[in-house]
Nanobody, 114 residues
């Protein structure tokens, strides 16, 4: 079972940037589509960005043009560069496989102040 550890969150003012990292204990393999998920206060967890095995990316409408997902498979690491942050981006961010998810990590808290 892959174990996931997210890091890089914090408190930032609106308009600021953060870079999240996700380290996997096992091989996430180039065959897995990976994603970043967000759980805002009082809301369900949602997929905000995904990266395919071929490196193509897709984003939720709320983050499109501001967030960039990337992966370094050799390092079993997935990143999320978040720019132009808004208060509505506040939440706990998790990475995981898209589809048949592994056990969730603890996530990393992102708080954007207005």
């Amino acid at each position: 079972q892959v174990q996931l550890a997210e890091s890089g969150g914090g408190l930032v003012q609106a308009g600021g940037s953060l870079r999240l990292s996700c380290a996997a204990s096992g091989s996430i393999s180039i065959f897995n589509v990976m994603g970043w998920y967000r759980q805002a206060p009082g809301k369900q967890r949602e997929l905000v960005a995904r990266i395919s095995t071929g490196g193509s990316t897709n984003y939720g409408d709320s983050v499109k043009g501001r967030f960039t997902i990337s992966r370094v498979s050799a390092k079993n690491t997935v990143y999320l560069q978040m720019n132009s942050l808004k208060p509505e981006d506040t939440g706990i961010y998790y990475c995981n496989r898209v589809g048949a998810v592994w056990r969730w990590g603890q996530g990393t808290q992102v708080t954007v102040s207005s």
